[in-house]
């Protein structure tokens, strides 16, 4: 009797293993993972400890972002402030014709391989328009960008400029 219930419980197990994938010997890779198993995403559980934590660590990275782009436009403004009142007394607060010509020269002479020419969205009282500006490594692009009247909407690789 004891041999019947054996043969009778391999039987059995050899049916769940052939009508179950996971359990099929031929599925499993070199790890011994089913290649067919569903997968389940569980969600973290986190303790009020780590979420704390977690909101700490965002904060200070927040506030590291801030500073960051506070310093960027420190820095900038610091540049931007004497080359706008230059521009301003040449071409008398931007009402001469000459205040749409290119100055750029005035702040890089740097040759023209070194330069790079990016698109920069334009926006002005009329409308929009992409133009295309020389960049140099010497010079602040939105130094670059002032000196043909506009004002980059960012301190560092400035896709859109206002302009004066």
């Known amino acids: 009797m004891a041999k019947t219930n054996l043969a009778h419980n391999t039987t059995n197990q050899e049916s769940e293993t052939l009508g179950n994938p996971d359990l099929h010997p031929d599925t499993h890779n070199d790890l011994g993972y089913s290649d067919t198993a569903l997968w389940e ?3 973290e559980s986190m303790n ?3 979420a704390a934590s977690l ?3 965002r904060s200070i990275h927040q506030r590291l972002i801030q500073e960051q782009k506070y310093q ?3 820095d900038v403004l ?3 402030f004497p080359i706008y009142l230059h521009l301003k007394n040449l ?3 931007w009402t001469l014709p000459p205040a749409l ?3 750029s020269g005035l702040l890089c002479n740097c040759p023209p391989g070194t330069q790079t020419v990016r698109e920069v969205d334009l926006i002005d009282l009329m409308g929009q328009k992409q133009g295309n500006f020389k960049f140099c490594s010497c010079t602040p692009d ?4 002032l000196a043909n009247g506009y004002l980059s909407s960012t301190p560092i690789f400035p896709q859109t400029a206002f302009s004066v």
Request: aromatic share 4%.
């Open 41 to 43: 995403d569980i969600p």
């Open 55 to 57: 909101a700490h660590i």
């Open 101 to 103: 010509d290119d100055h």
């Open 142 to 145: 939105p130094a670059l960008l």
């Open 72 to 74: 960027n436009w420190k």
């Open 48 to 50: 009020k400890e780590d």
């Open 78 to 80: 610091e540049i931007l």
């Open 91 to 93: 071409t008398a607060n």
